[in-house]
């Protein structure tokens, strides 16, 4: 994502889906990024580290959307403003209370178990998205 001229990229290591670390750079051709100072931004998080898609600009606010894999890989999403975004420093908070998609394994939204699709699940082939969140 660019960003107040520098290019911003949010990555969870293989071996530490738990953690998101926090990398920009200023030219994006260079291959010279440099970690965050407060990189690892999440920290022994499998509901908000991994992240869900790319940043989503409205106006002059920034959201980050993390996978939660609590339960399950692709379980639900989660929206997150991003309030502080510089070379120095990093701050967000949730932009709800609950999460912006849910998967739903039988289409009312009240599954007891959801089942979001996986390339290495098959149990449900047509699960059910509901989503609460527009943003702003």
């Known amino acids: 994502h ?14 530490s889906w738990g953690d998101l670390h ?15 100072p407060q990189s690892p931004i ?7 580290a ?8 409205r106006g002059d606010r920034l959201f980050r ?3 939660d894999h609590k339960l399950r890989y692709g379980h639900q999403l989660w929206a997150l403003e991003i309030t502080k975004l ?14 912006i998609l849910t998967a739903d394994g039988d289409g009312d939204g009240n599954a007891a178990e959801p089942q979001p699709p996986t390339p290495h699940s098959h149990q449900q082939a047509n699960p059910t998205f ?3 969140w527009t943003p702003p």
């Open 50 to 57: 991994r992240p869900g898609g790319r940043i989503v600009k």
């Open 86 to 99: 510089t070379t120095d420093e990093y701050a967000e908070s949730k932009a709800g209370p609950s999460p």
């Open 2 to 15: 660019q960003h107040d001229g520098r290019w911003w990229m949010f990555a969870t290591p293989c071996d």
């Open 130 to 132: 509901k989503s609460a």
């Open 65 to 67: 959307l993390a996978q």
């Open 22 to 36: 926090l990398y920009s750079t200023d030219d994006l051709t260079s291959g010279d990024w440099a970690e965050h």
């Open 42 to 48: 999440v920290t022994g998080s499998a509901r908000f």
